[in-house]
């Protein structure tokens, strides 16, 4: 093993030979890191790797997303091509970030834009719905009434806060109102309200109190 480095919710891992393993959780899988006789966190059939390395186990569960690659191979994917800037990128595009954004239909829901990973690569339901709370935005609101200004201060925070997760781990990462639908918003009250969003019906989380 040579490198591990990752872009948006894609995993990479290289290896010597030009080789490199491709990882992608979407909604199901989950990388856990185990010492030597530890307990596993899934139950052992359902990890597709395990990695031995210095005592550790380094598993894969329920990845629908696995595939060892030549190096040519993942630079010509047109999956990954298409993937918008980096948002935990060492230099993250915001110009790039804009540009999409902005290509995008101005009539589509700013939570719905947020998860295509064509205009931002990185951000999942959680940081979805946080992100929008914290900034005060409905995820519901139109691209076409989300100012510039809006839109960096969501990507800002989003930066800023899962940065801080990866660092320090779960225990970082806010829950105002993500999975709390029925509880009062910790802002004004308001009890907190879920619904699916976009064509893949993802779940939103919101306060229909503070957020406009």
């Known amino acids: ?57 380094v598993v894969e569960f329920d990845g629908p997303v ?7 191979r993942i630079r010509l994917d047109q999956r990954l091509a298409s993937l918008g800037p980096d948002l935990l990128g060492e230099s993250f595009d915001r110009g790039l970030f804009m540009r999409r954004l902005r290509r995008d239909d101005p009539a589509r829901a700013i939570g719905d834009a947020l998860l295509d990973q064509r205009i931002l690569a990185g951000i999942g339901n959680l940081w979805k719905s946080e992100s929008c709370f914290a900034t005060g935005i409905d995820p519901w609101r139109p691209l076409g009434r989300v100012s510039d200004e809006e839109a ?30 029925g509880l009062p918003c910790p802002r004004c009250g308001s009890l907190i309200r879920r619904r699916g969003q976009g064509v893949n019906n993802r779940v939103t989380y919101w306060c229909p109190g503070c957020q406009s």
């Open 152 to 181: 960096m201060a969501l990507a800002g925070f989003a930066r800023e806060r899962m940065g801080r997760s990866a660092r320090d781990g779960p225990g970082a990462r806010p829950r105002s109102v993500y999975k709390r639908a």
């Open 1 to 57: 093993m040579r490198a591990v480095d990752a872009y948006g919710k894609h995993l990479f891992i290289r290896f010597e030979e030009d080789l490199t393993l491709h990882s992608h959780l979407r909604m199901t899988g989950a990388w856990g890191v185990h010492g030597e006789g530890q307990r596993w966190r899934r139950a052992p059939g359902r990890a597709w790797l395990v990695l031995r390395v210095g005592g550790w186990h």
């Open 66 to 72: 696995l595939e060892l690659l030549r190096d040519s």
